[in-house]
């Protein structure tokens, strides 16, 4: 059974920094398509972040050039750094597994984690 648990969301001021962990089980996350989501209130989930088996990656133009997605296969791990953090990315952050062909889409992703808060003050 595959589950992620997304860990190191909390509270920052805008301009900071945040590192977002997305922990695997039951699968090799290094070799599976990992995408990072999130969903504000009030407003429907979406894409953030797509890292490919491949170590491809893929940002959403609201936060490219301030997120990093990256991969600790030791750990089997997927983290989100977050920098120049704004109130706008408050939201739960989930992490997710795609398909193969996984691309931006939610239903592109088959096992999600629980999520975690970030809250950017301003």
């Known amino acids: 059974q595959v589950q992620l648990v997304e860990s190191g969301g909390g509270l920052v001021q805008a301009g900071g920094s945040l590192r977002v962990s997305c922990a695997g089980s039951?699968?090799?996350?290094?070799?599976?398509?990992i995408g990072w989501f999130r969903q504000a209130p009030g407003k429907e989930r979406e894409f953030v972040a797509r890292k490919q088996g491949n170590g491809g990656t893929y940002y959403s133009d609201s936060v490219k050039g301030r997120f990093t997605i990256s991969r600790d296969n030791a750990k089997n791990t997927v983290y989100l750094q977050m920098n120049s953090l704004k109130p706008e990315d408050t939201a739960v952050y989930y992490c997710a597994v795609g398909t193969i062909f996984a691309t931006t889409k939610l239903e592109d992703y088959v096992y999600w984690g629980q999520g975690t808060q970030v809250t950017v003050s301003s």
């Open positions: 039951g699968r090799t996350l290094s070799n599976s398509v």
